[in-house]
């Protein structure tokens, strides 16, 4: 049987299995590249691991680079969910790609996080801060502050975080009615640069999107964020549990996160740790529209002291 396909250049892909709580073991599909430190890159919504294609190689030149599709993403799989909706919060998110470092031999590692993966790896370094070194966020804020704060201009802008959670089936069948449009107006709302993303990466992530288990995914992922999700969050907040690693949140200065939040201070009120922060002259595809200046600015938050190379 050949290996499963990846547009990560230099990449091989793979399937993996990983234990869940519950139910049968989950098929996570992971690109794996490089040599040195383990380093984990999770993407947002609606993209898949193919949105590292342009930072991931230069990354893999110094780190271990494992680029998964987080569960109900991708070529991932998409388990049931309920009325909680916990098969798809960020604590059973983060799990799976816990298990999956494992699996790969790797206890403990940075991790980067893009748009939802962001807020999988904020879950993750909360619940497994022995797993997590050093944690970046890109283009996002916790998602406690941006429900808590939202206004009219958010919901505007953002206003997929308020269609999608509406009960099933409701988004699920008006999307499927206009998978391409829906999907090509996100994309193009998203991003800040023309000709971001690239045709064939848009076809990626809507070839993934005409899969109607990946829709109901989606759904579950944000119906989680403003549920379960926030419940995690308040309680981390009742007992005083903050981040313990050092941050590093880069945004995009004409996106709609760093129009409308001071990320770093937004991130600080969650930490314990060290937060350094940067914008980016792009929109919210952080790592589409300036790959090399992603890349370069990971390398310099994820170097290691001289001792431990």
Known sequence: MSAPATMLPGFAA?????????????RIRAAT??????LLLLHGHP?????????APRLAE????????LRGYGDSGKPPSDDAHLAYSKRAMARDQVRLMRALGHTSFAVAGHDRGGRVAHRMALDHPAAVERLAVLDIAPTATMYARTDREFASRYYW??????????????????TETFLRTHLR????TPGVPEEDLAREYLRCYRDPDT??????????????DLEHDDADAREGRLLTRPLLALWGARGTVGRLYDVPAAWREV???PVDGEALDCGHLVQEERPGETAARLEAFLALEPDHR
Not at 14 to 26: F, K, M, N, Q, S
Not at 215 to 228: F, G, I, K, L
């Open 215 to 228: 829709v109901r995914a989606v759904c579950e992922d944000y119906r989680a964020a403003a549920t379960v």
């Open 33 to 38: 590249a490089g040599s040195g430190p383990p």
């Open 47 to 55: 993209q898949t691991h193919a949105t590292w294609r342009a930072a």
């Open 62 to 69: 110094r780190f271990t680079v494992v680029a998964p599709d």
């Open 14 to 26: 793979a399937d993996v299995e990983v234990a869940t709580d519950a139910g049968p073991p989950l």
């Open 271 to 273: 930490s314990g740790a």
């Open 161 to 178: 975080w308020f269609f999608l959670i509406r009960p099933a089936p409701l988004p699920e069948e008006m999307i499927a009615g206009a």
């Open 189 to 192: 709302e998203q991003s800040g």
